[in-house]
């Protein structure tokens, strides 16, 4: 298909894809659901058809293409869109897997395992010991000799007894400026895809290597990039020290912080002193 | 093998934008830090694409290196994340804008 056609769908596509996250935000607790995945499905079955059109391997490898792709994106939808956390650490596990599979299709088997193990295994596991950690039991602080219970949802009622409310908290039932975000995330999109599908790639260059790719890989690493290779040591070791020294630090909490409850979320903040 | 390196840089492209508009538009402190790590993986499978068509290892390697930083990266953030949200109580990014005129 000519090129510029491609740039122009690929333009529209992008605005279909930016209309279905802007439904798919998370606002006021209930996102448009059934419009943002129509829209969404209908987003990533043609994009999947765009990565299709640059492809040029075996039957096998498109099937596989467009289910990694499906996956990959799809995922990565739901861990910006989602309400709760954990669920968002979820589905970044997929996106994880999802891209490591990816680059297995161009034969970068050492890489793939190096990101299964190091994203899916220790960055998520972090990330989810994190959010157990920082998970908050979100007692309304409302005075308990003036309930009014709550006609319209019993969250709010649930909160004032102390019971832990269990839906998302505030801040993640509303997303902040969605249109804005949406537009410039998928204006950069948009370009960048324009400008890969414009370019005049190069065919696959005379050479290229035969052996083992964990081996080449480990030649290249030696022989090539010595320095980085050491450097990459070094910044893991100073990173280890600076996160026990994060970590040993006694934090006191604001003085205001028994008061934030009381406020109501824009507010919290907003009245510290500044010494 | 560069049959995938274009599909896998356009779909690198959509990731990294993805993450960018997580990263906007989210108010939780962790799902802005997960919006980053979806930007890591936009940038991963790009790189892994140029490798491809360069036809050297180079853009692995580099990969390789992206993955320790990212990994660094992840752990400093997540212990500011927690000191953050034990001097405030909440994971609220609102909570530190205090810089209000």
Known sequence: MDTSVLIYLTFGLAALGALAV???APRGGQARRIPAIALGIAAIVSFAWLVLQRH?????SKVALTVLAVLSVGGAVRVITHPKPVYSALYFVLVALSSATLVLLVGAE????????VYAGAILVTYLFVIMLAQQSDVSAQDLSGIEPDALSAQPFQGSLGI???GPLDYDRDAREPLAAVFAGFVLMAITAGLLLNHAWPATRAGAA?????FGLGKILLADNAVALELAGVLLLVAMVGAIAIARKRVVADVTT???DELPPGEIGRHVKPF | MTHAAQPLMLIGAVLF?????GFLMRRNLIIMFLSTEVMFQGVLLNLVGFGAIGGNLQGQAFALFVLV???VEAGLGLGIVVMLYRRKGTLDAEAWATLRG
Do not use: C, K
């Open chain 1, 22 to 24: 802007y439904m798919a």
């Open chain 1, 56 to 60: 040029t391997g075996s039957a096998g």
């Open chain 1, 110 to 117: 050492f890489l793939w395992v190096a990101i299964v193990a």
């Open chain 1, 164 to 166: 832990p409310r269990s």
């Open chain 1, 210 to 214: 035969v052996e083992d790719n964990t």
């Open chain 1, 258 to 260: 028994q008061h934030e």
């Open chain 2, 17 to 21: 934008g993805l993450g960018v508009i």
């Open chain 2, 69 to 71: 930083i990212a990994a």
